[in-house]
């Protein structure tokens, strides 16, 4: 199965909660390194670690599917 069809395929409950939690890490970490005023170094630094680990969270959780067995089962 490639991306695009892992991609398209159904997700498992779980794992749309957890894509959903990732997306709303990535729009925080945006938010923080998109701020307009100037920031400490830390607080930047968390903006960028919770941006990729938001990213890295929804892209995973999105590609994970229901196999094929666990569907003809229900």
Do not use: C, D, H, W
Request: proline share 5%.
């Amino acid at each position: 199965m490639n991306i695009v069809k892992r991609a398209k395929a159904p997700t498992p409950k779980f794992f749309k909660v957890l894509r959903n939690i990732g997306l709303a890490l990535a729009a925080v970490g945006g938010t923080i390194l998109a701020a307009p005023v100037a920031l400490p170094i830390v607080i930047s630094s968390i903006g960028g670690y919770l941006a990729v680990a938001g990213g890295v969270l929804s892209a995973v959780s999105q590609i994970t599917t229901i196999s094929e067995e666990a569907n003809a089962i229900q």
